[in-house]
Each structure stands twice: as C-alpha cells, then as structure tokens.
C-alpha cells in the first residue's frame, strides 16, 4: 500500500494544495479527502479525488511537495477520472 498525504488549499477557495501525511488506506482516504496524493517512489506522486474530475479541474492546482514543499511538476496524463495526474519533485530528485 503506498503512503497517503491529504491535500488541502492553504486558503479556502485557493488552487494551492498544502499536503498533510495521514495513516489512512486508499478506501477511506476517498471517504473523506476530496483530493489526495500517494507517493510512487523516486519522488512521484500521483493525484486521486474522491469525486470524478476532469483534466480541467486539476491542471489549475499547484501542489507542495511533501518533503521539500516545492511545487511538484506534471509528468504524466490521468488514468481515469478519479486517478489523476502523475508529479514529480524536480528538487527533491536532484539531490
Ligand atoms: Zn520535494
């Protein structure tokens, strides 16, 4: 199982997403996350919602990396509506 992290906007209504490391399994991060990020090894995160979304809805969204809190780079497309976009910390795989 991979390692979960809560996001939430550092404002109410913001498209900064703050990541919070959590215990939580993927079934019950989807009960109460609206968007959460699992890390991928090799300093990848991939985006989920419990909700469907569409690729609109999560290309506005800049989300800190859990380690360093710099912003974490789009590398790959969405699978399916609720699994979305795969990131990457450039910083965090440079050192
Ligand atoms: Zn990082």
Redesign the pocket.
Known sequence: MSYIYKLAPYIKGCDIMRPTSTDYSDEYAQTVCDYYITDEMN?KYRLHSSKPKRLADCLPLTIK?P??T?NLTPIDAPINSTDLLLYE?R??KKY
């Open positions: 300093h990396c380690k360093c710099s910390c910083r965090c």
